[in-house]
């Protein structure tokens, strides 16, 4: 077997693993005996389980972030100095999201390991994307932050992930929630009529007026109790 095809085999059949079983109930035994490889090569073409997971990760974040850089400066040159709305901001990070191929399963599949990635405390997963896409992000971060001028900092981090989080678990179920829809009224929604759906909810989540003051500190102590 060549040295790409164990590679590829590796991954893929970690991939499916990782999103089916989490990254801790998931051991290197598991990825070979499914792989139908030994443990020397994965130790050989990896190093260790967290930089396979680490690994598992690039094939999907490496061309999403030549892509998003790519769309980014055609928005930006669009609007020529003047600011991103919102709404175009989100677009293009959907589109994106979208146009990235997968090597061998599919834009949920990836949801779930993202999910897994804030879930089960993989530290080294966020660092590992602060430090080699950290600059995209930033990038989008700071659209984003002169698109939502009214917006404190602490606000905008809490709602940006409101809206990962909605997409994170939307994508993640989404075999199921289509069956539901199947089941309870008849129709098949596809991933970009899904997308369709979700832009206007995610636009109002970023785009709505902060919260009202809850008045004194008794109401705030009563409301966090």
Do not use: C
Not at 62 to 85: C, M
């Amino acid at each position: 077997m060549a040295q790409t095809d164990t590679v590829t085999r590796i991954l893929d059949t970690a991939e499916v693993l990782f999103a089916e079983r989490g990254f801790a109930e998931t051991s290197l035994r598991n990825i070979t005996s499914k792989a139908k490889v030994n443990l020397a090569a994965v130790n050989y073409h990896f190093g260790s389980k967290k930089s396979l997971i680490q690994a598992v990760f690039a094939r999907y974040l490496d061309p999403f972030s030549e892509r998003f850089h790519a769309a980014l400066d055609s928005v930006e040159q669009q609007y020529a100095g003047r600011q991103v709305p919102l709404e175009v901001l989100l677009e293009v990070m959907a589109r994106t999201v979208l146009e990235v191929p997968a090597e061998r399963n599919s834009l949920r599949t990836f949801m779930r390991l993202l999910g897994l990635a804030y879930t089960q405390g993989q530290g080294h997963m966020r660092r590992y994307i602060r430090e080699h896409y950290g600059t995209v992000f930033s990038r989008f971060a700071e659209l984003l932050k002169l698109a939502t001028p009214d917006l404190p900092d602490n606000e905008r981090f809490w709602r940006l992930h409101f809206m990962l989080g909605s997409v994170i678990f939307t994508f993640s179920g989404l075999d199921a929630l289509r069956d539901i829809e199947e089941a309870e009224y008849g129709h098949h929604t596809t991933v970009r009529e899904l997308i369709q759906h979700m832009r206007p909810v995610v636009v109002a989540a970023m785009a709505a007026p902060l919260p009202a003051s809850l008045g004194d500190g008794e109401a705030v102590t009563q409301a966090a109790s």
